[in-house]
């Protein structure tokens, strides 16, 4: 089975500032990457897609990028809306999860 | 709009067999192209993919939970339904079920989620 090492596991950001969050796999996955948000008692929700790609409705503040086995998600100015749990997701044969990121507020 | 409900009971005893159904609305299961996932998440910890079913009635689960789960679908009633067997307080968390399907294979819709409770 392919490992997904997510990192940091938690995060302490002020409003405003840049956030990176990154997920590598133990193989080559291409780019079968996906991110989502979760916010306290509410189910997961998908941001970005293929890696880098939005998904419609999701402010342009997130982005993602990477290939392979090396993937980043980025929040380029950090609003307080956004604290959440923040989880990657593989795909190669089955889905698999990596375990979370938890961004606050400083 | 696609919409999951999950539902089922909340509270289930010890070696039992927890059972969940997700309820789907605004898409039909029988259409294809999507794989309807279960997909938990223990109190304070993160997602653990279950297994989905295609409406064909194929199956992948998950290899850790394997021989405990059983996923079914009922496509005349818009639905798909969890069994897991034999349970312990390990398995109390948060149930999900969800689309999966994009070419990215990606989770776009999910319910609300129930939690379910292992316990005497």
């Known amino acids: 089975d392919i490992q997904m090492t997510q990192s940091p596991s938690s995060l302490s950001a002020s409003v405003g500032d840049r956030v990176t969050i990154t997920c590598q796999a133990s193989q080559d996955i291409s780019n079968y990457l996906n991110w989502y948000q979760q916010k306290p008692g509410k189910a997961p929700k998908l941001l970005i897609y293929?890696?880098?790609n939005l998904e419609t409705g999701v402010p342009s503040r997130f982005s993602g990028s990477g290939s392979g086995t090396d993937f980043t998600f980025t929040i380029s100015s950090l609003q307080p809306e956004d604290i959440a749990t923040y989880y990657c997701q593989q795909y190669d044969n089955l889905p698999f999860f990596g375990g979370g990121t938890k961004v606050e507020i400083k | 709009q696609v919409q999951l409900q999950e539902s089922g009971p909340g509270l289930v005893k010890p070696s039992q067999t927890l059972s969940l159904t997700c309820t789907v609305s605004g898409g039909s299961i029988s259409s294809g192209g999507y794989y309807w996932s279960w997909i938990r998440q223990h109190p304070g910890k993160g997602l653990e993919w279950i297994g989905y079913?295609?409406?064909?009635?194929?199956?992948y689960y998950n290899p850790s939970l394997k021989s405990r789960v059983t996923i079914s679908v009922d496509t005349s009633k818009n639905q798909f339904s969890l069994k897991l067997s034999s349970v312990t307080a390990a398995d109390t968390a948060v149930y999900y079920c969800?689309?999966?399907?994009?070419?990215?294979?990606?989770?776009?819709?999910w319910g609300q989620g129930t939690l379910v409770t292992v316990s005497s």
């Open positions: 969800a689309r999966e399907g994009g070419s990215y294979h990606e989770f776009d819709y």
């Open positions: 079913i295609y409406y064909s009635g194929s199956t």
């Open positions: 293929d890696a880098s």
